[in-house]
C-alpha cells in the first residue's frame, strides 16, 4: 500500500505544470516573478502596487490543485487570493482568500461562493498549522455535484449542487484560475482595525506544484466527454468524486474545531430566514 502511495505521489509531482506553459503574469509592473526554471512563482506587495497572474486555460469543471507559502511574520493588511472566476457582470466564482494578521496571530482562510454575480456565501477557517513555514496545498474540486475546498487533502468547506430547490450552482460559465496579492487594509484585518506596516514590506508570496486534472474549454468546446455522469470514466474519478466517510469525518473536524464564521448560521445577516442551501442537511 505504501509503495502504491509513494507511486502515486511520484506520478502526482511529475504531472505538475510549469508557471511559464500555463500561467499568465497580468500586474504588478515586475514584482511578480517566474523563478526555477518555470517550477516556482512569487507575488510580491509594497506600498506602490501588489501583482497577479491568470491561467491561460479557461476551465469547467475540474480537481485544481496549488501550493502555497503565504507572506510571513507582520501580515496584517494584506490579502492573499488564490480563485476562480469567469468574466462578466454576472460571473461564477469559487474563492480562497488568505487574510494576513499581525505577528503570532493566525492567518484567516475566508472562502466563498459565487453564482451569477451574487455570493455572501463566506465560511472562515483558521488553520492548524503555520502557513508561511512552509508550502502547503489548497485545492478545489469542482464536478457537476458539489464543489470542495480543501487543506493538504482534508476537506474543509462543501459546497452542494442545490438546484433541485432553487439555488443557483457554477454549471454553464467557464472559469480562469486568478491569484493576487495585494493591500486590503481597510477591511482585511480585525475588519480594518489593523494596518499595513509598510517597514515590512516587500511582502512575499510564492507558488509552486500547479496542477490541473480539469476540462480545459476552448473554442466553445470541452476537452472532457459529455458533462454527465456516465461519462465519468474518462473524465477522471473527480468528475463524480463525493466525500466518503472518512473525508466526511475530516470535513466535520475541521468545521467543529476551526471554523471562525460561517453564513448558515449568521442569523442576524438573514433575518428573513437562512438561505436555502443552508436549511437542507
Same mark, same amino acid.
Given at each position: 500500500m505504501l509503495h502504491l502511495f509513494l507511486v502515486l505521489g511520484s506520478?502526482?509531482?511529475?504531472?505538475?505544470?510549469?508557471?511559464?506553459?500555463?500561467?499568465?503574469?497580468t500586474w504588478g509592473d515586475g514584482r511578480a516573478k517566474?523563478?526555477?526554471?518555470?517550477?516556482?512563482?512569487?507575488?510580491?506587495?509594497?506600498?506602490?502596487?501588489?501583482?497577479?497572474?491568470?491561467?491561460?486555460?479557461?476551465?469547467?469543471?475540474g480537481k485544481i490543485d496549488m501550493q502555497l507559502k503565504l507572506v510571513p511574520?507582520?501580515?496584517?493588511?494584506?490579502?492573499?487570493? *488564490?480563485? #476562480?472566476?469567469?468574466?462578466?457582470? /454576472?460571473?461564477?466564482?469559487? =474563492?480562497? @482568500?488568505?487574510?494576513?494578521?499581525?505577528?503570532?496571530?493566525? *492567518?484567516? #482562510?475566508?472562502?466563498?461562493?459565487? /453564482?451569477?454575480?451574487?455570493? =455572501?456565501? @463566506?465560511?472562515?477557517?483558521?488553520?492548524?498549522?503555520d502557513p508561511t513555514a512552509d508550502f502547503h496545498?489548497?485545492?478545489?474540486?469542482?464536478?457537476?455535484?458539489?464543489?470542495?475546498?480543501?487543506?493538504?487533502?482534508?476537506?474543509?468547506?462543501?459546497?452542494?449542487?442545490?438546484?433541485?430547490?432553487?439555488?443557483?450552482?457554477?454549471?454553464?460559465?467557464?472559469?480562469?484560475?486568478?491569484?493576487s496579492l495585494w493591500n486590503a487594509d481597510d477591511w482585511a484585518t480585525r475588519g480594518g482595525l489593523v494596518k499595513t506596516d509598510w517597514t515590512h514590506a516587500p511582502f512575499t508570496a510564492s507558488y509552486r506544484n500547479f496542477n490541473a486534472d480539469a476540462c480545459v474549454w476552448s473554442n466553445g468546446k470541452s476537452s472532457c466527454a459529455s458533462n454527465s455522469a456516465s461519462s465519468t470514466s474518462s473524465n477522471g474519478a473527480w468528475f463524480s468524486q463525493e466525500l466518503d466517510s472518512t473525508n466526511q469525518n475530516r470535513l466535520e473536524w475541521v468545521?467543529?474545531?476551526?471554523?471562525?464564521?460561517?453564513?448558515?448560521?449568521?442569523?442576524?445577516?438573514?433575518?428573513?430566514?437562512?438561505p436555502a442551501e443552508c436549511r437542507t442537511s
Open positions: 506520478l502526482m509531482v511529475a504531472s505538475a505544470g510549469n508557471f511559464y506553459k500555463d500561467f499568465d503574469i517566474i523563478l526555477n526554471n518555470g517550477d516556482l512563482l512569487t507575488l510580491s506587495l509594497d506600498k506602490a502596487s501588489g501583482s497577479g497572474f491568470q491561467s491561460k486555460n479557461e476551465y469547467l469543471y511574520g507582520n501580515s496584517a493588511g494584506t490579502v492573499t487570493a *488564490y480563485y #476562480l472566476k469567469s468574466p462578466g457582470s /454576472t460571473w461564477d466564482e469559487i =474563492d480562497f @482568500e488568505f487574510l494576513g494578521n499581525s505577528s503570532g496571530d493566525p *492567518y484567516t #482562510l475566508h472562502t466563498n461562493v459565487f /453564482t451569477n454575480g451574487k455570493g =455572501d456565501r @463566506e465560511q472562515q477557517f483558521h488553520l492548524w498549522f496545498t489548497y485545492s478545489i474540486l469542482w464536478n457537476p455535484q458539489r464543489i470542495v475546498f480543501s487543506v493538504d487533502g482534508t476537506p474543509i468547506r462543501e459546497f452542494k449542487n442545490s438546484e433541485s430547490i432553487g439555488v443557483p450552482f457554477p454549471k454553464n460559465q467557464p472559469m480562469r484560475i486568478y491569484s468545521q467543529k474545531n476551526y471554523m471562525i464564521y460561517n453564513y448558515c448560521t449568521d442569523t442576524k445577516r438573514f433575518p428573513q430566514g437562512l
